[in-house]
């Protein structure tokens, strides 16, 4: 299987339609009444233009190209990974350059790990984790199936999707299977699907990893070898099981296989007849087809984190790769069409009792929970001071908590909540609908 | 950052974190980097270290140890201006003030903001809003400094009605560049008082349109204003740039308009086309927005009468002035700002990639035509678009006359192309009496060239009495 993932020279020419205007800084409509916030994590932790943004991260491209910046330089390498690639600052970009800039950060620390210098320490330990175990947790395989436990006590276990055939693949990924904050997850998940009848399995000890951690990092060699791996286990289930759909509950799954996976040359011909979908999206068609109705009622106000993966990283860009509208390589326009706005919110206003209350910064200039882009593992402390700061957000809405579709950013917030002493919690939506149904 | 290592080597270094706290202060290379080009075509230069202040008290110590050390400083806040007037010219401290980032106060009485310097347009805007206020916003990024844009003389969207957004700044707090604290206007004679810089001598002269070479504004308060209901915006075009001057000479006579603008066919396409291309043989060579706001239909109705009388007056008189509809993103992108339109440069590079710069000058308007046929030729022999604007001022004949020049960045050639024909339409400008604003070292050269003995010798005078050793974004006076 082949792999078109770019280097950073291939990406020069977007490097060079960056004019450091810096519109990229700051989330703003202007309305009216405007709208203006903070959008980019590192930019309001660290503050010098050259963490700001994609302005400052193009500035490093640059310096990259041009031979002036090495990664020899430590102090360099630690900069190009103090980013959470969540792309707050391509929302506002407006240039040829809009569509690729997380390709431009991911494909600086490509360059790094190619020329052996990236990615970080704790990073390499989550990629040395991937080759060891399949997984970036350090978990043994056999962990991987504890969330199931419960079921299978109950006399419901899930059906191991290797022996038995099923429609639905419930992809569960390594934060849900193995982060024991974030197993509730899984565990909602797999409990809504029985209630609803529907026919499912799991993947269980043989599940491995998307790579999405490592493709954030930069280690692409890392992402392919499981990448490949999975799409090849999807060929077969697909051919052998007769698997149709893929569903996750965890956004950089789906955002990995959704996204990154179509860089591979058989990707059309492997999911062909494969829906991949997130398990949000998937409640929310049943719900709209009168397949899930409630049974219970919530008395509970809620907000609503939007996850970058599920949301503008799901962004299709219009690039007039020919240049046949406008000239080679333009940039003509963007569909928030796949990105799972409205899918969340209206389940959560359909919960008898929830009410929703938004904050200021949402959908496309949602402010990002800090955990991504390998920031979460590289910086743990920076990751949870800006989950801090998005938790506190949450509370000016007057919501008591905050509901969210990514294990992911489940486990990052709560770790901001408990950093700034605020009671909020986080709930995956899984974990609320389970209760109603 | 590098710091912890400096530190112990570098004693500046050490002095600037000890001043700052650790994280604020860093002579790292790859952060140095991020500071040394803008989007302009002036030569990249590296500061020696960067520096983010975070109070006034900081800024008060780093001048002082600049000062005493006698090393540059050049004040940060955006850097988004096309003339590379935070490139170093000395290197030295680069000192951001992004974090200086309060709305220190909005007086809906008085109707003054006060303002630190990191404060942007968007952030105010955004603020104003709630208590139905506004500004002249610049057709500049939204994460542009409110302040910045203020002392530089940058113009707004309410240039025809209140001037330059200079003429806004109401008091000043500055840091002068041997590290002692002023005051100019009523805030200096009672602290509480931020609304007037008459009728005392107007010492705010001596911190605007200095490129920041004078000290360093760390707060400013600027008049805001009421925010009618009632927009209409009238745009006409003209098939020749006499026609459109004509027009504007008589609409600006009557003063009911917020912004008067015309801009060629070439900068009212999204973006300007790069390299240049002719227009087409039926579009109009110039088109117009003129912007007004009413407090009811009643006014409104009366402000239409004007422009319409205005209109067919031109055109009894043989003119081509047309009332038409303007290109409808570049319309939005100049009249709904600040606006990601024009602040993210889609109108201006997007085609060109990553340059842009320009001659852009304060000019009388009866110089306007002759100015423009002559940037014209010279444009197009750079096979550049003749992308120019005129923008009338305050209900009198004089205004701003700018060409704004996309350019490929990445191609040495095209940026040093661009910078020639710039600077050749500058001198032109400059010999017809126009003035360049915010301008880079090369115009500041030219503008000294012609200037009259005794105001270098009072810009040198007083240059020296506020920064004796000359340590205040150094050079960019061109002196």
Same mark, same amino acid.
């Given at each position: 299987m082949e792999w078109k993932i770019p280097s950073l020279e291939e990406l020069e020419h977007y490097v060079w339609r960056c004019t450091a205007c810096g519109t990229c800084r700051v989330a703003y409509d202007f309305g009216p009444p405007p709208f203006y916030a903070p959008i980019c994590p590192a930019g309001e932790e660290f503050g010098f233009e050259g963490n700001m943004s994609s302005k400052g991260k193009i500035a490093f491209a640059r310096g990259i190209l041009d031979g002036t910046l090495s990664f020899e330089d430590p102090a360099f390498l630690e900069a190009i990974y103090k980013c959470t690639v969540c792309g707050g600052c391509q929302t506002q970009c407006q240039l040829d350059h809009k569509p690729f800039i997380p390709e431009i950060i991911e494909g600086m620390r490509r360059k790094? +790990?190619?020329?052996?210098?990236?990615? $970080?320490?704790?990073?390499?330990? $989550?990629?040395?984790? $991937?080759?060891?175990? /399949?997984?970036?947790?350090?978990?043994?395989?056999?962990?991987?199936? /504890?969330?199931?436990?419960?079921?299978?006590?109950?006399?419901?276990?899930?059906? /191991?999707?290797?022996?038995?055939? !099923?429609?639905?693949?419930?992809? +569960?990924?390594?934060?849900? !299977?193995?982060?024991?904050? !974030?197993?509730?997850?899984? +565990?909602?998940?797999?409990?809504?699907?029985?209630?609803?009848?529907?026919?499912?399995?799991? $993947?269980?000890?043989?599940?491995?990893?998307?790579?999405?951690?490592?493709?954030?990092?930069? /280690? !692409?060699?890392a992402f392919k070898r499981v990448a490949t791996q999975n799409l090849e286990t999807f060929r077969k289930l697909k051919e052998e099981k007769g698997v149709k759909r893929i569903v996750t509950s965890c956004a950089g799954c789906y955002r990995a296989i959704k996204k990154d996976y179509a860089l591979a040359s058989d990707y059309e011909e492997i999911m062909d007849g494969l829906e991949v979908i997130h398990t949000a999206d998937f409640l929310h068609r049943l719900w709209k087809e009168g397949k899930l109705t409630f049974k219970g009622e919530l008395d509970m106000k809620v907000t609503y984190h939007d996850p970058c993966h599920t949301g503008r990283h799901l962004n299709k860009f219009r690039v007039d790769t020919e240049g046949e509208e406008l000239w080679p390589g333009a940039y003509l326009d963007v569909s928030e069409e796949e990105c799972l706005y409205d899918q969340p919110r209206e389940l959560l206003k359909a919960i008898p009792g929830v009410e929703l209350v938004e904050m200021a910064r949402i959908r496309g200039n949602s402010y990002c929970c800090g955990g991504g882009g390998g920031v979460m593992t590289g910086f743990g402390d920076w990751a949870a001071k800006n989950a801090g700061l998005r938790i506190a957000e949450g509370m000016s809405t007057g919501a008591q908590h905050m509901v969210s579709i990514c294990p992911f950013c489940h486990y990052n917030l709560n770790a901001g909540a408990k950093l700034i002493g605020s009671e909020m919690k986080l709930y995956d939506l899984t974990e609320l609908l389970d209760q109603v149904l | 950052m590098g710091t912890a290592t400096a530190k112990k080597t570098d004693p500046v270094l050490a002095a600037l974190v000890d001043i700052v706290g650790e994280g604020n202060a860093t002579d790292a290379l790859h952060i140095r980097y991020a500071y040394s080009y803008d989007l302009s075509f002036v030569e990249p230069k590296l500061p020696d270290y960067v520096v983010m202040a975070s109070t006034v008290e900081q800024i008060q110590e780093i001048l002082k140890l600049a000062n005493r050390e006698k090393i540059p400083v050049v004040p940060y806040t955006a850097g988004t201006n096309i003339g590379g007037l935070t490139i170093?010219?000395?290197?030295?401290?680069?000192?951001?003030?992004?974090? &200086?980032?309060?709305?220190?106060?909005?007086?809906?009485?008085?109707?003054?903001?006060?303002?630190?310097?990191?404060?942007? =347009?968007?952030?105010?805007?955004?603020?104003?809003?709630? =208590?139905?206020?506004?500004?002249?916003?610049?057709?500049?990024?939204?994460?542009?400094?409110?302040?910045?844009?203020?002392?530089? =003389?940058?113009?707004?969207? &309410?240039?025809?009605?209140?001037?330059?957004?200079?003429?806004?700044?109401?008091? &000043?707090?500055?840091?002068?560049?041997?590290?002692?604290?002023?005051?100019?206007?009523?805030?200096?004679?009672?602290?509480?008082?931020? =609304?007037?810089?008459?009728?005392?001598?107007k010492l705010d002269g001596l911190f605007k349109g200095w490129l920041g070479t004078t000290g360093i504004v760390t707060k400013l308060a600027v008049n805001v204003h009421p925010a009618p209901p009632i927009l209409k915006i009238f745009t006409v075009s003209c098939d020749t740039v006499e026609d459109m001057v004509s027009y504007m000479f008589n609409l600006s006579n009557y003063e009911i308009c917020d912004d008067l603008t015309a801009v060629s066919w070439w900068l009212s396409q999204v973006p300007i086309p790069y390299p240049y291309r002719p227009k087409p043989d039926d579009a109009p060579e110039w088109n117009s927005y003129a912007t007004t706001y009413s407090w009811t239909d009643k006014e409104r109705e009366a402000r239409e009468e004007i422009w319409q009388k205005v209109v067919e007056e031109e055109q009894a008189r043989g003119s081509s002035v047309k009332v038409t509809h303007y290109p409808e993103e570049a319309l939005r992108g100049r009249t709904q700002l600040p606006s990601q339109v024009v602040g993210s440069t889609k109108n201006y590079c997007k085609m060109a990639g990553a340059g842009i710069s320009w001659p852009g000058t304060f000019t009388p308007a009866k110089k306007w035509a002759p100015v423009y046929t002559r940037w014209k030729k010279i444009l197009i022999e750079h096979n550049l678009s003749p992308a120019v604007r005129m923008s009338m001022y305050r209900g009198v004949h004089y205004g701003m006359l700018r060409a704004m020049i996309p350019f490929n960045k990445q191609s040495k050639e095209e940026t040093e192309n661009a910078r020639r024909a710039i600077i050749e339409c500058l001198k032109i400008d400059l010999d017809e009496g126009g003035i360049p604003y915010k301008p880079p070292v090369d115009f500041a050269r030219e503008i000294n060239a012609r200037a009259h003995p005794g105001y270098l010798m009072l810009l040198k005078r007083v240059k020296a009495m506020l920064d004796p050793n000359d340590i205040m974004n150094p050079g960019k006076l061109g002196i």
């Open positions: 790094a +790990v190619e020329q052996g210098y990236g990615p $970080l320490p704790p990073h390499k330990n $989550l990629v040395q984790s $991937l080759k060891s175990y /399949d997984n970036p947790y350090q978990g043994p395989r056999r962990m991987r199936t /504890d969330w199931m436990r419960p079921f299978k006590k109950a006399g419901r276990p899930i059906k /191991d999707i290797n022996k038995e055939p !099923a429609e639905t693949l419930f992809y +569960v990924g390594c934060t849900g !299977a193995f982060n024991k904050q !974030a197993q509730g997850v899984p +565990v909602a998940t797999a409990s809504i699907f029985q209630k609803l009848g529907i026919d499912f399995g799991c $993947l269980g000890q043989n599940e491995v990893c998307c790579g999405s951690t490592a493709m954030r990092v930069g /280690d !692409a060699e | 170093p010219e000395r290197g030295g401290i680069l000192l951001d003030l992004k974090r &200086m980032n309060k709305i220190i106060e909005i007086d809906t009485q008085d109707l003054v903001a006060i303002i630190e310097p990191g404060v942007s =347009h968007a952030q105010l805007a955004a603020e104003l809003a709630k =208590h139905n206020l506004r500004f002249g916003w610049p057709v500049g990024p939204p994460s542009a400094s409110v302040s910045s844009c203020a002392i530089s =003389h940058g113009i707004g969207g &309410m240039n025809a009605r209140y001037g330059l957004q200079s003429q806004e700044i109401t008091s &000043m707090e500055v840091v002068l560049p041997t590290g002692e604290l002023v005051r100019v206007g009523s805030c200096a004679i009672q602290p509480k008082a931020w =609304h007037s810089t008459l009728p005392l001598p």
